[in-house]
C-alpha cells in the first residue's frame, strides 16, 4: 500500500485546514490510520487515529476539542479537520497505516505502524 498525504499549506491562528490521506493498492478496510506530526527539531508525536472498523477515534491531548479524524469509504479517505490552529501546530503531517489492530493505549505508538505516507507541511503564523 502507497499512502499520500495532502492538504497542508499556510494558515493563520485560528484558520483551518483540513488534511487528506489517499492509500493506493489497498483499501483501508481492517486497518488503524493514525495522524503523527513533526515540528523543526522535535520528535514525531502522534495526533491522533482512527480504527477504520468501528469508527473509534483517538486524540493526543494537545490537539482534542480542535481536530477531528474521519473517514470517507467511497473515497477510500482518511481525513484530519484541523481547527483552532495555533502556531505551535506547524509540522509536517504525516499519515500511517496498520493492517491489524491496535490496542487503546498503544495508538500514538509510531512502530505499530506498518506503512506511512510521504508529509505534507502545516504553517501556522502567529
Known amino acids: 500500500v502507497q499512502l499520500q498525504a495532502s492538504g497542508g499549506g499556510f494558515v493563520q491562528t485560528g484558520g483551518s485546514l483540513r488534511l487528506s490521506c489517499a492509500a493506493s493498492g489497498r483499501t483501508f478496510s481492517m486497518s488503524t490510520t493514525g495522524w503523527f506530526r513533526q515540528a523543526p527539531g522535535k520528535e514525531r508525536e502522534f495526533v491522533a487515529a482512527?480504527?477504520?472498523?468501528?469508527?473509534?477515534?483517538f486524540y493526543a491531548d494537545s490537539v482534542k476539542g480542535r481536530f477531528t479524524i474521519s473517514r470517507e469509504s467511497a473515497k477510500n479517505m482518511v481525513y484530519l479537520q484541523m481547527n483552532s490552529l495555533k502556531p505551535e501546530d506547524t509540522a509536517i503531517y504525516y499519515c500511517?497505516?496498520?493492517?491489524?489492530?491496535?490496542?487503546?493505549?498503544?495508538?500514538?505508538?509510531?512502530?505499530?505502524?506498518?506503512?506511512w505516507g510521504q508529509g505534507t507541511l502545516v504553517t501556522v503564523s502567529s
Open positions: 500511517a497505516v496498520r493492517y491489524g489492530r491496535i490496542i487503546n493505549t498503544a495508538m500514538g505508538d509510531m512502530a505499530m505502524y506498518d506503512h
Open positions: 482512527l480504527r477504520w472498523n468501528g469508527g473509534s477515534t
